[in-house]
């Protein structure tokens, strides 16, 4: 069975940084894209950046030039480096596994940005 769990969101003041990290168990890690996604208060959920199995990035305007994707395929591990943190980045942030016909989520992880 397919588990993804995130680690490290807290509380940043603005301009801080923040790190998160995906590990996932259960599956061939690097055979599958992986995403992170966040959710804010009464709004939809959105990507936020993707790393595909071949290493091809793709990242939401908003978050272009502070956050970056990464991923250890070695530690079935997937990150979210996250500079120059704003207000408006103030979300619940979750993990994707992108498999054929089928997302897999984690559970979430706060990260609030906030003096």
């Known amino acids: 069975q397919v588990q993804l769990v995130e680690s490290g969101g807290g509380l940043v003041q603005p301009g801080g940084s923040l790190r998160l990290a995906c590990a996932a168990s259960?599956?061939?890690?690097?055979?599958?894209?992986m995403a992170w996604y966040r959710q804010a208060p009464g709004k939809q959920r959105e990507l936020v950046a993707r790393?595909?199995?071949?290493?091809?990035?793709n990242y939401a305007n908003s978050v272009k030039g502070r956050f970056t994707i990464s991923r250890d395929n070695a530690k079935n591990t997937v990150y979210l480096q996250m500079n120059s943190l704003r207000s408006e980045d103030t979300a619940v942030y979750y993990c994707?596994?992108?498999?054929?016909?089928?997302?897999?989520w984690g559970q979430g992880t706060q990260v609030t940005v906030s003096s």
């Open positions: 790393i595909t199995s071949y290493g091809v990035l």
């Open positions: 259960g599956t061939i890690f690097s055979r599958y894209s």
């Open positions: 994707n596994m992108n498999m054929p016909g089928y997302d897999y």
